[in-house]
């Protein structure tokens, strides 16, 4: 069964610094991955990006041990992430699904362009069932009529 992805992306303005914190900070609300104020979302990301573009990963003890946050709140972050799209496991590793942010977010653009060019299909499809449908009650109700 293929993977299922729950991309929300929100409308946000852009960010006051363009630095890395504020860019991270961006980047997680932008995806609903910072949920509230003080939460370890944009630091756990950052150290991901980070990792990604010196062309490794990092595991959830690694981010555990760096953080001092429990493991399981660190693997409900990760998993949060991989949810998105935007971060992939590699073995035992976490790292983005393209070597840098730009390359990440270039293929989420193609798989959303591919799905909702699927989901064109597919209501193109359910407009002509539709329209059969349509026609076929109204083929019943002139003949009920015509009975009459």
Known sequence: ??????????????????????LTDWFCQVFDLATRENQPEPELFKDIVSKSIAGDGVTS???????????????????RFIATGLVIRKGRKYQLRAEDME??????????????????????????????????????REKRQARK
């Open 1 to 22: 069964m293929p993977r299922e992805e729950k991309i929300v992306i929100r409308t946000k303005a852009k960010p006051a610094k363009e630095n890395v914190d504020e």
């Open 103 to 140: 390359s990440t977010i270039r293929e989420l653009q193609s798989d959303m362009i591919n799905e909702f060019n699927r989901l064109l299909q597919f209501a193109e499809k359910l407009d002509e069932e539709m329209r059969e449908v349509h026609v076929r009650g109204k083929e019943k």
């Open 61 to 79: 003890k690694e981010l555990f041990k760096e953080f001092d946050i429990p493991r399981s709140t660190v693997i409900y972050h990760l998993n």
